[in-house]
């Protein structure tokens, strides 16, 4: 606008002599309301300045004079105007103005005290609520901002934004049914909301509702189809719902789209695993590795590959690659003596050995500890206390300690984590070490439970159905114990050795008066070690049971779900590891009722062949 334009504004809003009056203050502020709205805030102003000439204290003016520094970035003086304006007349608005301000500012304590001034005065306003929680998010104050969120949306059900801000931090509270309370809201009034759409999407995922998961996706790829996160989204619905042929075509779509996109890579990659398709899933780690090198978590995928194919060599050394990735083993020290792993001489030497990942892993390489003492090294070990008594009486360990965040460990000059020891001795399927590490269990723990089994005129059936349920696999390694009742029709004595009962089960369990139940009374391993060896077999899924059943040397028949942990290697009904385990794996198919129709016949025919200990 040229400076006679806006003279011309002015004297639009300024009679000349022999006119009529002056404008009043509020018709200025009408006129600079309406070059405000026009785009013309030189004008507004200057309609502002003639209205607060006649009046001072006008309190409109000395608001739209705020606004306007607003607009202009000058927040100090929209500050002192909008404070001017409210000690006139503390409107709602002005209260917001100043409030809005003071946020943009970083001035936060200073704006939650307006906000909280306006809602003293209008407690019934959902507009001034929002403007708290966030506030209230800003600070960093996640739960008392969903508590004034919340409060927005008692008031007006449908607004908007509170629900979904409401919604992002219910999402982090991992309260993900409210959350997808909250998002349907933002649906309701906007069914093309891609950004509530996709998140609803992400909390039906962390509830395993995998089809609503899916069905979202599908809504939000239909509304962005260029989108290569949207595409990669429903590869991995349809992955959860193990349709991963189908998977597939959308992670490429997602790859013509943003090539080398290393998340869809990552994606792509397990849906080829779980086919499976061991050496395309291979290629597709090694393509991440050569975008990004130093990517931890595709080399250590690319690890779990070559070890399940018997890459012993590569595999190890890969696996390395565990300690680069930062969620994983959070508990495990960083200590300042030197790692070892196999290359450095250690006669003489004090080197402590660190429990690593689960139960079971701790088990079964616990073998090497003799080994490492045949090096004519002093190994001290430490491991969680459930595996204390079990693991203290191994050949060669000199000292055995609980783990706790607390712990002082004694003196030691070199340390390994006891799975990085396969790597420190070059391990090959040729070179596995035998199973039969772990001392017997004490004679009279054995008496003991062979006095609470009874007499033994039956085979003795030891029965785990589940794992840990927060293991990433854990939906395809364990069954419900319903999928296992068909056993119980066998001639045999049913012990279970089930820990972590899952609420459905133990309500079932408890109906089931062929199987007897101990579990109670199995304080840590060393305890069930002792039960086990009362056993004639064990048939478990896999879990830490299934190591401890097999190292002791019991008839070990293990239920594995079709893609396996890379440890049970491919293909195979037996485990180099273990040589009186028998595997039981699923067909494509990934249903646990056809194994268990197995392992019931194979059980069938043990239980005929039985012959009474007297």
């Not at 050394?317 to 196999?342: I, N, T, V």
């Not at 439970?449 to 030891?462: A, F, K, M, S």
């Amino acid at each position: 606008m040229s400076r006679s334009d806006r003279n011309k504004g002015a004297r639009s809003a300024t009679p000349g002599p022999g006119k009529a009056p002056p404008l009043s203050p509020a018709a200025l502020y009408e006129a600079a309301m309406l070059h405000l709205g026009g785009g013309r805030p030189l004008d507004a102003q200057m309609c502002c300045e003639q209205a607060l000439a006649a009046d001072p204290n006008h309190a409109d003016s000395l608001a739209l004079m705020g606004i306007i520094a607003l607009q202009t970035g000058q927040h100090d003086h929209a500050v002192a105007w909008f404070s001017r304006a409210i000690r006139q007349n503390p409107k709602i608005d002005y209260l917001t103005s100043l409030g809005f301000t003071l946020k943009q500012m970083g001035r936060l304590n200073d704006a939650l005290a307006v906000f909280d001034k306006a809602i003293q005065l209008k407690p019934d306003d959902a507009e001034l609520w929002k403007h708290m929680g966030a506030v209230l998010l800003a600070q960093d104050r996640g739960a008392e901002a969903l508590l004034s969120y919340q409060h927005a949306l008692a008031i007006n059900p449908v607004h908007r934004e509170a629900a979904f801000q409401s919604g992002l931090l219910l999402h982090g509270q991992q309260r993900y049914e409210e959350a997808i309370q909250a998002f349907t809201v933002c649906l309701t009034q906007q069914p093309d909301d891609l950004q509530s759409l996709q998140m609803r999407a992400r909390c039906a995922r962390e509830m395993k509702r995998y089809d609503d998961y899916l069905a979202d996706c599908q809504r939000a790829q239909a509304l962005a189809p260029t989108d290569p996160l949207v595409c990669n989204n429903l590869g991995d619905a349809l992955v959860r719902l193990r349709r991963n042929e189908e998977a597939l075509v959308w992670f490429d779509k997602a790859l013509a789209l943003r090539p080398g996109f290393v998340d869809v890579l990552h994606n792509k990659g397990f849906a080829l695993l779980q086919l499976p398709r061991f050496e395309a899933a291979a290629a597709v780690y090694r393509e991440i590795l050569a975008i990004d090198p130093d990517n931890a978590k595709a080399e250590w995928q690319l690890a779990h590959v070559e070890l399940q194919c018997g890459d012993y060599e590569a595999g190890w050394a890969h696996r390395e690659a565990r300690w680069r990735m930062p969620d994983f083993s959070p508990d495990y020290p960083r200590f300042a003596q030197p790692k070892w792993l196999g290359k450095e001489d250690i006669a003489g030497k004090t080197i402590l050995i660190e429990e690593d990942e689960g139960f079971g892993d701790n088990i079964q390489f616990a073998r090497y500890l003799p080994l490492v003492a045949a090096r004519g090294a002093k190994v001290i070990l430490v491991v969680r206390e459930p595996l204390r008594r079990l693991m203290a009486g191994i050949d060669g360990v000199s000292q055995c300690l609980a783990f706790t965040p607390d712990l002082q460990r004694p003196a030691f000059d070199r340390h390994c984590p006891i799975m990085s020891l396969p790597l420190a001795f070059g391990t090959t399927l040729a070179t596995i070490p035998p199973a039969s590490y772990l001392p017997p269990p004490p004679a009279d723990r054995i008496a003991a439970w062979e006095q609470r089994l009874g007499p033994h005129d039956r085979l003795r059936v030891g029965l785990v159905w589940s794992g840990n349920p927060h293991q990433a696999n854990d939906g395809n390694r364990s069954m419900p114990l319903s999928t296992l009742l068909p056993l119980l029709d066998v001639e045999a004595d049913f012990i279970s050795l089930q820990k972590e009962l899952r609420l459905a089960d133990k309500a079932l369990l408890a109906q089931q008066s062929g199987i007897r139940d101990f579990t109670a009374e199995l304080t840590d391993f060393a305890e069930t070690a002792a039960l086990m060896s009362c056993l004639d077999v064990v048939v478990t899924v896999c879990t830490s049971t299934a190591h401890l059943a097999a190292t002791l040397g019991r008839p070990t028949w293990i239920m594995l779900p079709h893609v396996a942990d890379w440890r049970w290697l491919r293909d195979r009904e037996d485990s180099p590891w273990y040589p009186s385990a028998r595997l039981f794996r699923q067909d494509a198919g990934c249903r646990f009722e056809p194994v268990v129709a197995r392992v019931r016949g194979e059980l069938a025919a043990k239980a005929a062949a039985f012959k009474p200990t007297p």
